[in-house]
T-cell receptor, first 112, second 114 residues
Framework: DTGVSQDPRHKITKRGQNVTFRCDPI?????LYWYRQTLGQGPEFLTY????????KSRLLSDRFSAERPKGSFSTLEIQRTEQGDSAMYLC??????????FGQGTRLTVV | KQEVTQIPAALSVPEGENLVLNCSFT??????LQWFRQDPGKGLTSLLLIQSSQREQTSGRLNASLDKSSGRSTLYIAASQPGDSATYLC?????????????FGTGTSLTVIP
């Protein structure tokens, strides 16, 4: 297993367009997290899955954001009607229960 | 709500020096504390995990300590090298009942000068 994989690594989109990011966690990990990070800041929590169940969502996750984890494997994060303020690094992490968490390389989103 | 603070925000040291990075958290009811490294434009790389029942963990030139009751952790880097230059982040997570997210500090940006 090569770790947590995120795709794409970079995405440039026009304001108002929809974008979707994918995260493939480490295969035996039941927990999957999405975080957002802007320049000079620590990662901010967006949402968390335990297997296929989305158990918590941050207030940062407006109704334009939706995340899924079908069958408890990979996860997708969709942003509808993107805004310039959505420009950030989107990070995915996975862990087995509360053990060590591993992060992917992130998806850098730029909204122009 | 858990708040995590890292001091200093930036640190510059000459190669070979030993250094300490600090992390403090407001709610001592944590399950784990994890230190990460982040290179510019990249994701986070896990360095060390300390469970709440542990006092310290070591990996190579890195040693992390945890004082849960006072809400503090330190990351000690021995004999620093230019390749250690990066941002170091600490994160805490609560128990199985409350541990649905990691809370991160804003990081310490380390520069090791050759």
């Amino acid at each position: 297993d090569t770790g947590v994989s995120q795709d794409p690594r970079h995405k440039i989109t026009k304001r108002g367009q929809n974008v979707t990011f994918r995260c493939d966690p480490i295969s035996e990990h039941n927990r999957l997290y999405w975080y957002r990070q802007t320049l000079g800041q620590g990662p901010e929590f967006l949402t968390y899955f335990q297997n296929e169940a989305q158990l918590e969502k941050s207030r940062l996750l407006s109704d334009r954001f939706s995340a899924e984890r079908p069958k408890g494997s990979f996860s997708t994060l969709e942003i509808q009607r993107t805004e310039q303020g959505d420009s950030a690094m989107y990070l995915c992490a996975s862990s087995l229960e509360l053990a060590e968490a591993f992060f992917g390389q992130g998806t850098r989103l730029t909204v122009v | 709500k858990q708040e995590v603070t890292q001091i200093p925000a930036a640190l510059s040291v000459p190669e070979g020096e030993n250094l300490v990075l600090n992390c403090s958290f407001t709610d001592s009811a944590i399950y784990n504390l994890q230190w990460f490294r982040q290179d510019p434009g990249k994701g986070l790389t896990s360095l060390l995990l300390i469970q709440s029942s542990q006092r310290e963990q070591t990996s190579g030139r890195l040693n992390a300590s945890l004082d849960k009751s006072s809400g503090r952790s330190t990351l000690y880097i021995a004999a620093s090298q230019p390749g250690d230059s990066a941002t170091y982040l600490c994160a805490v997570i609560g128990s199985l009942d409350t541990g649905n997210q990691f809370y991160f500090g804003t990081g310490t940006s380390l520069t090791v000068i050759p």
